[in-house]
């Protein structure tokens, strides 16, 4: 029998996925968290989780009001290693990824994606469409597999056209910020390599049927939110526009050095916030805890994340 590079790859990752699991800390390998929605079941799955120098989003906060924050939530001010939860969603004739991980090339800690929806038999090629929060390496770069081929062979894939301007627009190398240039390469190259399958859309198009592209820039120059609704009910994707639980939701309007755009990144979280908690709408968030389902309470004049739904 000849073995498909998909097969070597998948048997390889067996060997593997044990001690990639275990770098993981005791965070969860698959966040099981779903909801039901409509006829829609939507999913959070695993890609691990990042590593992070507590600098990289407390810059510039004042420490005196930041410290205590970060105590009440058990938080390191020093290192931070927060979860990467894709959401799948399932209605019967579409299987939808919202992001696809970090892929190989990223980190160690993440890119788990693949064996962890096959905890739900899926498997790459039962994705029918791909969208796309931001073009970020943890959101981004896994769509493409260890041969550096496009991973998901029968998907779709959708991108909101500010976003996918920035990412490709020869310039951005140049003026996105050294810390952040290898961002840039590897966001170029990943899009074009599937640029004649991809569609760009704008705010508040419904990119299919049920799911409606909402902007949340600030992260990014074009980051997008997507609200998914059946009848009544609804639930907001947010990727990264609230990047945490702790600051993003006790000091919203603190500026994140996780955003690439601070001011407007504030801005946006503020308003993203108030319209969740005033709606009641539950929300799914890429780097929240607990697989990153859950909703926005009001406390006394700020905001706090609760994971029942």
């Not at 939808?96 to 498997?123: I, N, Y």
């Not at 810390?179 to 390599?193: C, I």
Request: proline content about 5%; glycine content about 8%; hydrophobic content about 40%.
């Amino acid at each position: 029998m000849t073995m498909t590079r998909r097969q070597f790859v998948k048997n390889s990752s067996v060997a593997t996925l044990a001690s990639l699991t275990a770098s993981i800390s005791a965070k969860p390998a698959f966040a099981s968290t779903k909801i039901d929605l409509g006829d829609s079941r939507i999913d959070t799955v695993s890609d691990g989780h990042l590593s992070l120098p507590g600098s990289f989003i407390f810059d510039r906060m004042p420490t005196d009001q930041l410290l205590p924050i970060l105590t009440r939530h058990g938080i390191s001010p020093e290192k931070l290693t927060p979860e990467c939860n894709v959401t799948l969603l399932r209605n019967g004739e579409r299987t939808v990824l919202f992001d696809v991980g970090s892929g190989p090339d990223f980190t160690q800690s993440a890119g788990m994606l693949v064996e962890m929806l096959e905890t739900l038999d899926v498997f790459p090629e039962d994705i029918t469409d791909i969208v796309f929060t931001h073009a970020h390496p943890d959101h981004l770069w896994g769509v493409l597999d260890d041969f550096d081929d496009p991973l998901f062979t029968n998907a779709s894939y959708m991108i909101g056209k500010d976003e996918w301007d920035y990412w490709v627009d020869p310039n951005t190398v140049d003026t996105i910020g050294g810390a952040r240039t290898a961002f840039a390469v590897g966001a170029k190259r990943r899009l074009q390599m599937i640029e004649d399958n991809i569609t760009l859309f704008a705010d508040d198009q419904e990119i299919v049927p049920g799911i409606a592209a909402r902007s949340t820039y600030g992260h990014t120059p074009g980051h997008m939110s997507f609200e998914v609704r059946s009848g009544n009910d609804s639930v907001m994707i947010v990727g990264d526009a609230i990047g945490n639980h702790h600051v993003g939701f006790e000091r919203p309007e603190w500026a994140s050095g996780s955003d690439q755009d601070r001011e407007l990144g504030a801005a946006t979280r503020v308003k993203l916030l108030d319209q969740l908690a005033s709606a009641q709408m539950p929300m799914i968030g890429f780097h929240l805890p607990d697989g990153g389902i859950g909703r926005v309470e009001r406390k006394d004049d700020s905001y706090q994340f609760v994971t029942e739904v």
